[in-house]
């Protein structure tokens, strides 16, 4: 089969999905399927020029919205980059991992079979980063999309059942999108021992409100009170790390606290720490804490969304209410005071996220939908040869 994956950012991105698709391409490849990668670069700006209509809905009285129309436009950038360099190819079979990518792709190439994951929720992350009001007009246009992509799509597709449930709430159909969980190749993330005389937490994220570092700050100012002894590194950057970092100073934690700035391959420096911990204020799966589990750290996240399905309370990780720094520090005191606790729940967590969200069980379910829609002829030998070899790979 010859299948194009539609990312929306660069593959070489850090991060679930940019991170996550390369390596599903060549484990496919090395067991004969044929698989492109296909991205809209950053470059590209403003010059898309065609007409836009949705079949679902009518998306012009949202026009004049600043989100909107820049929604609009990069839609029109992908379909025209897409005839740029698709022109004249065809494919078996599209996955596009982004409503953009899925919507261009399914103009050019209308014929295709089209799956669509859905792997985040760009206006819960907009009304949570103070940029659009929920209920106002670019939160719905934003949430029509999803109606869009049900009407488009062959197949719809997510990374968690509390995601299917809210996405859900805008389908006709909800019950048929199919829920498949991230995968990571356990090469990349891998445990290292060490010990570290002061417990080393560890966030790695967009620095953004909707990832609530500072209720993570505030927790941490408060083991200060407490007199708990740890350093916390905090990787990524965005548009609050200097309001974060002026955070940090104000309650006296600041040299306690690195901030790292952006990082490519941060799970190279992960595995040397002892705790990840993540206060999201919503989380449609949380790859990081996958990640973080296979490189045998305890994790601490809240009760919202996809973290939720990943972690087991006090099996392996523990899981606090959102917008509670106190709850955050207790916990945090837990697995800094007990060494051998956090052992035990990093190993829980190891063994479930190699269990759970290995690579090899993402190509095995993808690779059952994908020979659905596949070829008839070429199928059975396809299939019989992915899974002979698989495991090799």
């Given at each position: 089969?010859n299948?194009?994956?539609?990312?929306f950012?660069?593959?070489?991105?850090p991060g679930?999905?940019?991170?996550?698709?390369?390596?599903i391409?060549?484990?496919?490849r090395?067991v004969?399927?044929?698989?492109?990668?296909?991205?809209l670069?950053?470059?590209?700006?403003?010059?898309g020029q065609?007409?836009?209509d949705?079949?679902?809905f009518?998306?012009?009285?949202?026009?004049g919205?600043?989100?909107?129309?820049?929604y609009i436009?990069?839609y029109?950038?992908?379909i025209?980059w897409?005839?740029l360099?698709?022109?004249?190819?065809r494919?078996?079979?599209?996955?596009?991992?982004?409503?953009?990518?899925?919507?261009?792709m399914?103009?050019i190439?209308?014929?295709t079979?089209?799956?669509?994951?859905v792997?985040?929720?760009?206006?819960?992350e907009?009304v949570l980063?103070?940029r659009?009001?929920?209920g106002?007009?670019?939160?719905?246009?934003?949430?029509?999309?999803?109606?869009?992509?049900?009407?488009?799509?062959?197949?719809?597709?997510?990374?968690?059942?509390?995601?299917?449930?809210?996405?859900?709430t805008?389908?006709?159909?909800?019950?048929?999108?199919?829920?498949?969980?991230?995968?990571?190749?356990?090469?990349?993330?891998?445990?290292?021992?060490h010990?570290n005389?002061?417990?080393?937490?560890?966030?790695?994220c967009?620095?953004?409100?909707?990832?609530?570092?500072?209720?993570?700050?505030?927790?941490c100012?408060?083991?200060?009170?407490?007199?708990?002894?740890?350093?916390?590194?905090i990787?990524?950057?965005?548009?609050?790390?200097e309001?974060?970092e002026?955070?940090?100073?104000?309650?006296g934690?600041?040299?306690?606290?690195?901030?790292?700035g952006?990082?490519?391959?941060?799970?190279e420096?992960?595995p040397?720490?002892?705790v990840f911990?993540l206060p999201s204020?919503?989380?449609?799966?949380?790859?990081?804490?996958?990640?973080?589990?296979l490189?045998?750290l305890?994790?601490?996240?809240?009760n919202v969304?996809?973290?939720?399905?990943q972690?087991e309370d006090?099996i392996?990780?523990?899981l606090?209410?959102?917008?509670d720094?106190?709850?955050?520090?207790?916990?945090?005191?837990?697995?800094?005071?007990?060494p051998?606790f956090?052992?035990?729940?990093?190993r829980?967590?190891?063994?479930?996220?190699?269990?759970?969200y290995?690579?090899n069980?993402?190509?095995?379910?993808l690779?059952?939908?994908?020979?659905?829609?596949?070829?008839?002829?070429?199928?059975?030998?396809?299939?019989a040869?992915?899974?002979?070899?698989?495991g090799e790979?």
């Amino acid at each position: 089969m010859n299948i194009l994956q539609a990312l929306f950012f660069p593959p070489e991105q850090p991060g679930g999905v940019s991170s996550m698709v390369p390596y599903i391409g060549e484990r496919f490849r090395k067991v004969g399927w044929e698989m492109e990668m296909f991205s809209l670069p950053k470059r590209i700006r403003n010059k898309g020029q065609d007409e836009i209509d949705f079949a679902s809905f009518d998306w012009r009285p949202y026009a004049g919205n600043a989100i909107v129309d820049k929604y609009i436009q990069t839609y029109k950038d992908y379909i025209w980059w897409v005839k740029l360099r698709l022109s004249g190819q065809r494919f078996d079979l599209i996955h596009a991992h982004h409503p953009i990518a899925a919507l261009a792709m399914k103009r050019i190439f209308p014929d295709t079979p089209l799956l669509v994951t859905v792997h985040s929720s760009y206006e819960r992350e907009l009304v949570l980063n103070g940029r659009i009001a929920e209920g106002g007009p670019e939160h719905r246009f934003l949430t029509s999309i999803y109606g869009e992509l049900e009407r488009q799509a062959d197949r719809l597709m997510t990374v968690s059942k509390s995601f299917a449930q809210y996405i859900g709430t805008y389908l006709r159909d909800p019950d048929s999108t199919i829920v498949i969980p991230n995968g990571y190749d356990e090469k990349r993330f891998k445990p290292v021992p060490h010990e570290n005389e002061v417990a080393q937490l560890v966030a790695v994220c967009r620095l953004v409100p909707a990832k609530g570092l500072d209720v993570l700050l505030k927790a941490c100012a408060e083991l200060r009170k407490r007199d708990a002894k740890f350093v916390l590194h905090i990787i990524g950057d965005g548009p609050i790390r200097e309001e974060l970092e002026q955070l940090s100073q104000r309650l006296g934690i600041y040299d306690d606290t690195i901030f790292y700035g952006y990082m490519l391959h941060p799970e190279e420096l992960m595995p040397f720490f002892d705790v990840f911990v993540l206060p999201s204020r919503a989380e449609a799966f949380g790859s990081v804490f996958a990640e973080a589990a296979l490189c045998l750290l305890a994790l601490v996240g809240t009760n919202v969304g996809g973290i939720a399905e990943q972690i087991e309370d006090g099996i392996n990780g523990l899981l606090v209410p959102p917008e509670d720094p106190v709850a955050l520090a207790n916990a945090l005191e837990t697995v800094i005071g007990d060494p051998h606790f956090r052992y035990e729940m990093a190993r829980a967590g190891w063994n479930k996220a190699k269990d759970i969200y290995s690579l090899n069980r993402v190509i095995s379910e993808l690779k059952r939908i994908y020979v659905s829609f596949g070829p008839a002829e070429a199928d059975a030998e396809i299939a019989a040869d992915a899974g002979d070899r698989e495991g090799e790979a």
